[in-house]
């Protein structure tokens, strides 16, 4: 499904209450004074999944030559539906909300234009990139770098863990394109005092998975962006999930601003295939090592392993090393450095696995991953979608694999029910599992949990925490939580 709505009125994001019901109070009619002059929401619904006609190219949207052929030079032979519609409506100047699936080529459908737009008048800093984690913002300034090859393009890269004051010095050289995480651009605003004035000429600003920047209480992080920001500048939204923040936006966003909706809820595409492996918790870890040996069988070129916590990712890691299986580990609790690093060796093929918490969930594009596992099933379904997204990206097939115990059969179900189908068995010989690997898993995982016993993971983690919620603390920001705050801190935990 496919809908186009011009709406009415600027994309004012702190009009909507913060109380808990923010849905329904946000979407209360403004006054009679702010309606009697709104033209009327106009809704054009093309039921067509893939509208694009293959005859369109980039130069038809209104690209300039030189952006024509990076993409042609990149592979880009047509533009990805995302990209058609919205790339003439940036151009010409309207603020977008863009909601298509992961692996749509929405980056691209906001970089050709702003890139487009700051060839014609260079300087700096000319586009600010908001976006929910680093790992992120390193792929998205990869994706800039290479869209603006021909430019000499200027692009900092501003998050969290990584050295403020080289940040704050590359800030003030004023960059053509900043990409940032809410949390570090907030501080570098609020301490450089010559910071806000960087951005006081800034023609773009653009939230990257919208709806997670909009919805783990990025609020505060958000407000001291926009004050340093101009009011005349362009607003992209882009996301793969529609949730309760952005249909509000929408409901109270812009004459000028333009919808593009390739979305029918949580879906998972069709090239994905999704199985599921019950058993008890405790030989999870053998069923994986199974898995992990016949990746080659499988045709299986790498595999991103989730799991729910970080001490199950450090630990994993620990006993992965133990049976000599080469893999990367990426979790909050590493520093920035290492979590580059981590990155880097997954990307470039030097390790074939990556066991990774829900920090790497979202947008990652790394186009070898055939293979998905979910060692631990997500508490929320939206996560599942966006761990499964992490492959068959493209039109490219992949694979899913749940291991399920009985204590997640109503997550499960939960799953299912949202993405609209129901995951198949995945296929396997259960003598053969518990033989082939049993005995060598128990010993590694003895080895493991030792070694990080020894590491003194546990009392790092329980440090970490105090300092965290002390923090919290000193800025008052220490509540009692409701369900919705519980929900949000999960995000929020699973992104910093
Ligand atoms: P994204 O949804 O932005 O994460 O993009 C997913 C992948 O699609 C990235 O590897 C892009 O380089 C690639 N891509 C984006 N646009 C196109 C296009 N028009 N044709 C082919 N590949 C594309």
């Not at 929401?41 to 030559?65: C, M, Q, R, W, Y």
């Not at 260079?122 to 984690?133: H, K, M, Q, R």
């Not at 029918?264 to 040996?293: A, C, M, R, W």
């Amino acid at each position: 499904m496919e809908e186009e709505i011009q709406v009415d009125e600027n994309f004012p994001l702190f009009y909507r209450k913060k109380s808990s019901a923010s849905v329904k109070t946000t979407s209360k009619k403004p006054p009679p004074s702010e309606t009697a002059a709104a033209p009327p929401k106009v809704l054009d619904k093309e039921l067509n999944p893939n509208p694009t006609p293959a005859h369109i190219t980039f130069s038809d949207l209104g690209l300039a030559e030189w952006a024509v052929n990076t993409c042609k030079e990149l592979g880009m032979k047509r533009p990805t539906p995302v990209q058609q519609h919205c790339i003439p409506k940036i151009l010409a100047g309207q603020d977008v909300m863009g909601l298509a699936q992961t692996g749509s080529g929405k980056t691209a459908a906001f970089a050709l234009p702003i890139l487009h737009r700051l060839a014609e008048d260079p300087f700096g800093v000319f586009a600010l990139v908001v976006t929910p984690t680093r790992e992120l913002a390193y792929q998205l300034a990869e994706q800039f770098r290479a869209l603006g090859s021909g430019l000499g393009l200027r692009c900092s890269v501003i998050v969290g863990g990584m050295d403020i004051i080289n940040q704050s010095q590359s800030l003030m050289q004023r960059p053509h394109v900043v990409i940032a995480t809410p949390g570090r651009i907030k501080v570098l605003i609020e301490e450089n005092p010559d910071i806000p004035a960087v951005f006081s000429n800034t023609k773009f600003l653009v939230l990257d998975e919208a709806d997670r920047v909009l919805g783990v209480n990025f609020e505060a992080e958000l407000r001291v962006i926009f004050q340093c920001l101009p009011k005349n500048r362009q607003t992209l939204l882009f996301s793969a999930t529609m949730t309760s923040n952005l249909q509000t936006l929408l409901e109270l966003s812009a004459n000028k601003a333009y919808f593009y909706a390739a979305y029918e809820g949580f879906k998972t595409v069709e090239s994905l295939k999704q199985q599921y492996v019950f058993i008890p918790k405790h030989v999870k870890d053998v069923y994986l090592l199974h898995i992990l040996n016949k990746m080659e069988e499988m045709n299986v070129r790498s595999a991103i392993i989730f799991v729910s916590t970080c001490r199950s990712c450090e630990l994993l890691s620990l006993l992965l090393e133990q049976l000599e299986m080469e893999a990367a580990a990426l979790h909050s609790f590493k520093s920035q450095s290492l979590r580059l690093s981590a990155l880097h060796k997954f990307k470039s093929g030097q390790v074939p696995v990556l066991l990774a918490t829900d920090v790497a969930n979202r947008g990652l594009d790394i186009p070898t991953v055939d293979l998905v596992i979910n060692y631990d099933i997500p508490r929320y379904p939206e996560d599942y979608v966006h761990r499964v997204g992490r492959t068959a990206r493209a039109g490219r097939g992949g694979l899913a694999v749940s291991f399920v115990t009985q204590n997640d059969v109503d997550l499960v179900q939960e799953i299912e029910a949202v993405i609209g189908k129901q995951l198949d068995k995945f296929e396997y010989k259960e003598k053969e599992v518990l033989e082939e690997n049993l005995t060598k898993v128990y010993k590694a995982r003895r080895v493991a949990t030792m070694k990080m016993m020894d590491d003194g993971f546990d009392e790092k983690a329980k440090a970490r925490k105090e300092q965290k919620l002390k923090a919290l603390a000193e800025k008052g920001l220490l509540k009692k939580k409701s369900k919705k705050r519980k929900r949000e801190k999960h995000a929020k935990e699973s992104q910093d």
